[in-house]
């Protein structure tokens, strides 16, 4: 006689999320793909059922969504406990109860010999697509926890590999496919923070998917500390995908332990579907935006400017002509506070430096409010240098050893700790409250010593407070650039620092991966000096500016060392990205699978799809002599487009001598057409970018 099996799905036009139990043991996954009949969710279960044959269990244990190391379960188990002894605790959990609302399922499920309690919440949005799923563990008596994954999916048989992220400071965000193989790929971060070596993403093409075309399914676990991601391959051939908090992380026993949001989705379209997906997710339902009806401002940061020399009048002029450009905030950097003139010095002594600023800030908060700008500062509250002030006041305040390796002069504070967490406020908020700041550039510029969960709650509990007393206040997330970009941090904030590189062509390939997570929303890009202070390149302020509007723009150089031409072309840039940035937050950005693999594209589609702008960046010298066509993607096949180049005068004097239609004028094509022939580009030279304009008639 069959075993009786319980099924529930959650389902919208798109996508069907089938979950089975036999009888009251934890639910599985057992379909995740295109619609299908909510009555056939007792045949699929039946029919994902596996053969049986030598060398094996007599029975398949199940691939749940918490796999259960007491069912023999072949592979990684989804909990790792211990009792108060240390002795590990070994669960059979049994369903209790299941709460259904429209599109979210919460399981309770226990052990009452173990005195466990687990929870799953599950929930699928309608509109973005995007499933959510996070898990609790309640304890009658204390225990200690090494390791509770997210609610587990399984992982396509049908892929030949995956794609995680790596990536270093300058150098974020930088795809690694990796070969499917028996047993597990783990990337574990102990860093503390989301960090750029360990980006939380993770995609899964099946076989010949590419940006625009076929299945796809992605995960990324929103939290800001370390993570740990498992993908493994069992010996029958099932997949799995587990994602949760770095193992051990929770270093006080306790009776209540929770996971993150991992979010998950699935696409026909290719990367596109998952990243798009991820884009409108992040920006409608996950950032807490100050005023949403606000256009993104233009951002002028005086880091690279004056790093820590700062004097009202150097910044006054730099700040007059950041604003004659197109700047709507002006940034103040670090160097403002205690006696700040080098990295070695004052971190956690947040008070108004009085040699630099005998006044305070005041009068170069009126110059900038005078000269139409709001303004912002600089701050990075976690960290401590060792000579400060606070550190000699409250040496146990510093996390970790005292004799621990430090991370640009610093340590870091534990905002475990209530009383860090309340000095930290009171420091702050009194900065907010007696100068008019309406952003914040939240900073965290090394790992930790050790990681521990409770050092992320902390620091979400100190933003949360800030957020509630100041509510006009932007933040943005950076972390020696992208060392902390997370939905855990983005559900407190309103921007992240993509990168410290304002190198364009760095920038053009990490902007371009980074769509795969990031609207351009959220995602601060700057135009940067000349030369690059981090690369020693130079590059063309063309290409430079329009590397910038791919995303939110704004400047970080010295602007005292532009030429009366390159300042033109920063005000006609600048003036394009402010005419275009209402739309441009609300468009998907679509990753373009170019014949060239020199040539870097996207293309932004306006949500109605309306209208949009490909963005094709010439990363290298290519191998062919001419361009090769590039296919758009996205359009009403039947309708008709207008296409324009948007900067045909940047087209190379002399070198560039041909007539190709596009670099003459417009031109009216079908939707069809440009994705199936595409368009061809006029010849460039390297380190220079297309902007072509589309519209449908």
């Not at 974020?172 to 102990?190: D, K, S, T, V």
């Not at 590419?210 to 992605?218: F, I, P, S």
């Not at 702008?613 to 096949?637: C, K, M, W």
Request: aromatic share 8%.
């Amino acid at each position: 006689m069959a075993t009786p099996i319980r099924t529930w799905t959650l389902g919208d036009s798109r996508q069907s999320l089938v979950l089975a139990a036999e009888a009251d043991r934890l639910p599985a996954v057992v379909y995740w793909g295109p619609p299908v009949p909510e009555a056939e969710a007792e045949a699929l279960a039946r029919a994902a059922e596996r053969d049986v044959t030598g060398g094996m269990l007599d029975r398949n244990p199940a691939l749940s969504i918490c796999p259960e190391a007491s069912a023999t379960f072949p592979g990684q188990p989804g909990l790792f406990a211990r009792d108060g002894a240390g002795t590990p605790i070994l669960p059979v959990f049994r369903i209790e109860t299941v709460e259904e609302t429209p599109g979210t399922l919460h399981f309770v499920c226990r052990d009452a010999a173990a005195g466990l309690t687990y929870h799953a919440r599950i929930a699928l949005d309608p509109v973005t697509g995007v499933v959510t799923a996070s898990a609790a563990l309640e304890a009658a008596a204390p225990i200690l926890l090494d390791w509770l994954a997210a609610p587990v999916f399984p992982a396509s048989e049908a892929g030949e590999e995956m794609i995680d992220f790596a990536g270093r400071w300058c150098g974020e965000m930088r795809p690694q496919r990796i070969h499917w193989a028996a047993g597990i790929r783990l990337r574990e971060n102990r860093t503390g923070r989301t960090g750029h070596e360990h980006m939380p993403l993770l995609y899964l093409p099946e076989t010949g998917a590419t940006n625009t075309a076929g299945r796809v399914a992605a995960f990324h676990y929103g939290w800001s500390g370390g993570h740990r991601m498992v993908a493994e391959e069992l010996p029958d051939g099932r997949r799995q995908i587990q994602f949760g908090h770095a193992a051990q992380t929770e270093s006080a026993p306790g009776t209540h332990f929770e996971t993150a949001t991992l979010f998950a989705c699935r696409s026909d379209a290719g990367l596109n579907g998952c990243a798009t997906a991820f884009q409108r997710h992040l920006r409608d339902r996950v950032v807490p935006w100050v005023d949403p009806a606000a256009p993104r401002r233009v951002h002028y940061n005086c880091w690279e400017a004056v790093y820590f020399d700062h004097s009202l009048p150097v910044l006054s002029e730099i700040a007059s002509r950041a604003a004659d450009l197109g700047a709507e905030r002006f940034v103040l950097d670090d160097g403002w506070f205690g006696r700040r003139d080098d990295d070695t010095a004052s971190l956690g002594d947040w008070e108004v430096d009085p040699r630099k600023w005998p006044d305070g800030l005041h009068p170069l908060i009126d110059h900038v409010q005078a000269c139409g700008m709001t303004f912002g500062l600089w701050v990075e509250p976690e960290m401590v240098n060792p000579g400060s002030a606070l550190l000699a006041a409250h040496p146990d305040w510093a996390l970790g050893a005292e004799d621990q390796v430090l991370g640009r002069q610093q340590k870091a504070l534990d905002m475990a700790r209530a009383d860090v967490r309340d000095h930290l406020f009171a420091r702050l908020s009194a900065i907010l409250s007696a100068h008019e700041i309406d952003y914040l550039k939240w900073d965290h510029n090394r790992v930790l010593p050790l990681p521990d969960a409770a050092q992320t709650r902390g620091t979400y509990d100190l933003i949360d407070r800030l957020r509630a007393a100041h509510p006009h206040v932007e933040i943005e997330s950076c972390a020696s650039g992208g060392g902390r970009i997370d939905f855990g941090i983005l559900a407190r904030t309103q921007r992240v620092w993509l990168s410290d590189s304002n190198d364009a062509a760095e920038r053009l390939r990490i902007q371009h991966d980074a769509a795969l997570l990031l609207p351009l929303a959220v995602t601060g890009s700057h135009v940067g000096p000349r030369r690059c202070h981090t690369s020693g390149r130079v590059h063309d302020i063309r290409f430079r500016a329009w590397v910038a509007a791919q995303r939110q723009m704004g400047f970080e150089m010295d602007p005292r060392e532009l030429t009366d031409e390159e300042a033109a072309v920063l005000r006609e840039v600048t003036g394009w990205w402010k005419a275009n940035r209402d739309w441009l937050a609300r468009a998907d950005i679509l990753r373009l699978d170019s014949a060239d693999p020199s040539v870097i594209a996207e293309q932004q589609l306006a949500e109605d799809g309306a209208r949009f702008v490909v963005f094709a960046g010439i990363a290298a010298t290519s191998a062919q002599i001419a361009p090769r066509p590039l296919r758009l993607t996205g359009l009403d096949p039947a309708a008709r487009y207008r296409v324009a180049l948007g900067n045909a005068e940047d087209a190379p004097v002399g070198l560039s001598r041909g007539t190709p239609a596009l670099k003459t004028g417009a031109l009216e094509l079908s939707g069809q057409a440009l994705m199936a022939q595409g368009l061809t580009l006029p010849w460039s030279l390297p380190d220079r970018i297309w902007v072509i304009e589309g519209e449908r008639l």
